[in-house]
């Protein structure tokens, strides 16, 4: 880890580390800065809030929000809510799967591409719906899947330019 | 997002508030507001929540920015004293509930649905200019094919009795000004004059039972905290929607975050607690933000604090973030989750209100119960108890989604008959004339057949039929949906979300589910239904906490309405809807066809052929039903049954 993010880190520790229970608000907190838990952050609060690492791993798989791996560079969710299972969500993530060889809660061989399902995102409205980098497509239908992921593909090309 | 909350609870110094003057404050700053805001001419109130949001109303909004930018109109963002005389104010409001015809934004009372950025122009020109509504951005009544100018005229918002929901789409959530002005923290200041035993009586005399699904008076609730000795208690507020199809508790946290920060400040008062815990889910980082803008901003204004009001009574607020675990959504895993541990639940009793937080007594109500209370002390228990039936008083937020024309946010009084939600409020399915079901109740839930659709809906009935009241979610389903999948779905959630402690919820619910499975896959037994139902009973009575307990809650209410559904899945080895893709056959309709070949790049097993722009054929020996070719193709022409 460097120098900057340990001392990020540090931060967290000393903010939270005096304050009853805040184990989860502390997870919270690094998943925030990196994007995961990784495994020397779990360390360095167990050794400097002086948690067992065992009781720190407990509460971390126990949750479904806390990740202990490094995030895909593009992150596709599709809601799994009722309103979405109605309408048809479960093709969504077949159509993914055929394109990207991965079902859901898995990451590409190349870290691009992470697929997710998430619950009710509060637009049933527009049902299914997934998201893609956070950005919401709604009406999504199974043969829609190759051109938005072509658009993620096009957009990184502009971007590397 | 958890990092910007701060560890500690900065007290205001005495120099930044006097509390002696916090009476009169609340009427200065009313007064304040109040010549402010005459100064605005127009107001425009566009929604910005997921829903519109998701359909463009940011855009819109940016539209107008720029569009009255150009026109020279004067116009402000937020009341302030610097806004010009006779502005126009650009409001951001939370979900105005008809999010189906969004983005919506709301012109001095005239609605407008569907609006796109290019719409902007005109409406400034048209409305704003000339005074005249835009008539093709109106919303069309179906039955009569008249323009509705505003929400009285519109079926959906008709028969619905809004309280809750009227401000939430209304005020600018992030204004404590504004809500202080439409009268908020008047019920604290009445709630401290009146005192806790005042509040408690007044909360009896509404009848309110938690929204959160249980129903439990909340009167009884906070009087059986209070009764507990010691001096240290706590009020914690359950923000954790757990049901996967509703959105009901995050729309009123984001759309009036002060109704439940009021209502949590007075159960505080009412339970004797110095502190207040917002356990809200980490999914909803908008919520949690309004929440904590509204917390600081009482905090300046010393309705949080020492001393609010020269009452003596102390209180805090702060917020902590739930992990994505249902079950926490339970009272004692809920608390387990606080103290920092993994959420698993503990038999009761003892009960949160003798040992809850740390092991004091604490009382946990749901959102949208706190965001009554507030209301219910200003207007009084009788007031409250004057909608709904006298068990079940009130009204209640729905989160109306699913196969009905009209989706989005609901509000009702209770005793509403089933069918007047749906036909009216929800105008029917969008397939079709008939809704074979409406689901409440989440995953603790069951549905409400067509047989039922005339009974009144409150608590006691819905129990009567098999489901309950749950926290909101209100799906509509018709006759293109298999109820047997969808209890295959709702088990499969409790599955998932089995804390995994006790044997009948770990076990047992895995079991249902491979019958289940089983079931759709085509590989039903005879005796399966007799399995399941053993099974449940066996779940049902010895799981150790609600979620195994109501978790095999709907596929017993399917089985109850629905059985013949069961039998012909396992018999006949057919869905009679075709949403099991294992018991369904795909066939193309040759004249449908165009030949474009989706289907065919789709199919895995490559058993589709066909020349290009000729009509395509499925070898049905070598089909294995995965279904994607009728999801590929564009033109309804692979038929599904
Ligand atoms: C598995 C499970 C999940 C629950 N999820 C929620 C929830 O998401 N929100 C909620 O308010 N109550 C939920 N409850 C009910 C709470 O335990 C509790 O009864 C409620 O928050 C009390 O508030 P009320 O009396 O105001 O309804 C859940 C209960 C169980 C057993
Ligand atoms: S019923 Fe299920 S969720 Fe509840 S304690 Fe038992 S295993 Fe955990
Ligand atoms: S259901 Fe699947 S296997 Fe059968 S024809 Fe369609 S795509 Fe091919
Ligand atoms: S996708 Fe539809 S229209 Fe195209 S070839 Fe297949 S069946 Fe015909
Ligand atoms: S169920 Fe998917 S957005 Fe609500
Ligand atoms: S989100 Fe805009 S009306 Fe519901």
Request: proline fraction near 5%.
């Amino acid at each position: 880890m460097s120098n900057s993010s340990n001392e990020e880190l540090n931060s967290i520790v000393d903010k939270w580390k005096d304050v009853k229970g805040s184990l989860v608000m502390m997870l919270h907190a690094v998943q925030d800065k990196f994007g995961y838990v990784p495994r020397s952050a779990a360390m360095e609060i167990s050794s400097r809030a002086k948690i067992p690492l065992a009781k720190i791993y407990e509460v971390l798989t126990f949750y479904h929000f806390f990740k202990l791996t490094a995030p895909a560079k593009h992150q596709i969710a599709v809601c799994t809510g009722t309103a979405c299972y109605l309408k048809g969500s479960q093709e969504l993530i077949k159509a993914l799967e055929t394109e990207l060889g991965v079902s859901a809660g898995q990451t590409t061989a190349d870290g691009r591409f992470s697929v997710t399902a998430l619950r009710c995102l509060g637009c049933c409205v527009l049902a299914p719906v997934m998201t893609v980098n956070g950005k919401i497509h709604g009406h999504v239908k199974p043969a829609d899947i190759p051109s938005i992921l072509r658009e993620i593909s096009k957009g990184e090309e502009q971007n590397a330019q | 997002m958890p990092n910007k909350i701060s560890k500690k609870q900065t007290i205001p110094s005495k120099n930044d508030v006097n509390p002696a003057q916090n009476t009169e404050k609340l009427a200065q700053i009313l007064q304040q507001f109040e010549q402010n805001y005459k100064k605005i001419d127009k107001r425009i109130t566009i929604c910005g929540d997921s829903g519109c949001l998701a359909q463009g109303s940011q855009k819109v909004y940016d539209a107008f920015k720029t569009e009255l930018a150009k026109t020279g109109i004067g116009f402000c963002l937020e009341i302030t004293p610097s806004c010009y005389e006779n502005s126009l104010y650009l409001c951001k409001s939370g979900c105005q509930g008809f999010c189906a015809q969004g983005p919506l934004v709301n012109v001095e009372g005239t609605l407008y649905t569907k609006v796109r950025a290019e719409d902007v122009p005109e409406i400034i020109e048209t409305t704003l200019r000339q005074g005249k509504p835009v008539e093709r951005l109106l919303y069309v009544n179906p039955k009569t094919g008249k323009r509705c100018g505003g929400t009285k005229d519109i079926p959906f918002y008709q028969k619905q009795t809004r309280v809750l929901l009227a401000d939430c789409g209304r005020l600018n959530p992030e204004d404590i000004n504004e809500y202080i002005a439409n009268g908020g923290y008047s019920a604290l200041q009445k709630a401290l004059n009146i005192g806790p035993e005042g509040v408690i009586a007044e909360m009896k005399a509404s009848g309110l039972r938690g929204r959160g699904g249980g129903g439990f008076p909340t009167w009884l609730k906070w009087e059986n905290t209070r009764k507990q000795p010691g001096g240290e208690k706590y009020m914690i507020c359950n923000a954790d929607e757990g049901d996967p199809g509703a959105y009901m508790d995050r729309s009123l946290l984001e759309g009036n975050p002060h109704a439940v920060i009021e209502g949590m400040i007075i159960a505080g008062l009412a339970i004797g607690a110095q502190k207040g815990i917002f356990y809200i889910r980490a999914e909803y980082p908008i919520a949690a933000q309004r929440v904590q803008k509204g917390i600081d901003a009482c905090r300046k204004l010393g309705l949080l604090g020492e001393n609010i009001f020269n009452s003596g009574f102390n209180y805090e607020l702060e917020i902590r973030y739930g992990a994505g675990a249902f079950v926490c959504g339970e009272e004692t895993a809920l608390i387990a989750s606080l103290e920092g541990s993994r959420g698993m639940p503990r038999p009761k009793p003892p009960f949160p209100s003798q040992s809850g937080l740390w092991g004091k007594p604490s009382a946990i109500n749901n959102v949208e119960t706190l965001a009554n209370v507030p209301y219910i002390i200003s207007k009084g228990g009788k007031w409250f108890a004057g909608f709904g039936t006298e068990k079940s008083p009130g009204t209640k937020v729905f989160a109306m989604t699913g196969k009905s024309k009209n989706s989005g946010l609901i509000e009702i009084a209770l005793g509403m008959p089933v069918k007047d939600i749906v036909y009216e409020i929800g105008g029917g399915p969008l397939k079709g004339d008939k809704v074979k079901a409406v689901q409440t109740g989440g995953p603790s839930g069951g549905v409400i057949s067509g047989e039922n659709m005339e009974m009144p809906i409150t608590y006691e009935s819905l129990q009567q039929i098999g489901s309950i009241m749950g926290s909101g979610g209100f799906i509509v389903m018709d006759e293109t949906d298999c109820m047997v999948d969808i209890a295959k779905f709702y088990l499969d959630f409790c599955v998932d979300e089995s804390c995994g402690k006790c044997a009948p919820c770990r076990i047992g619910g895995y079991q249902m589910l491979q019958i289940l499975k089983r079931i759709t896959d085509g590989q039903g037994e005879a005796g399966d239904i007799d399995r399941l139902q053993t099974v449940a009973t066996a779940m049902q009575k010895a799981s150790l906490c609600g979620l195994g307990q109501t978790a095999p809650n709907p596929v017993m209410s399917t089985l109850r309405y629905f059985r013949h559904e069961y039998e012909e899945h396992i018999n006949k080895k057919h869905c009679p809807t075709g949403r099991c893709a294992k018991l369904v056959g795909f066939e193309i309709i040759k004249t449908s066809c165009v030949g474009c070949g989706a289907c065919k790049r789709a199919c895995p097993a490559q058993c589709i052929s066909g020349e290009l722009r000729s009509p395509h054929s499925i070898d049905p020996n070598k089909c294995i039903k995965c279904g994607q070719c009728y999801a590929a193709c564009k033109f309804n022409a692979v038929r599904r049954g």
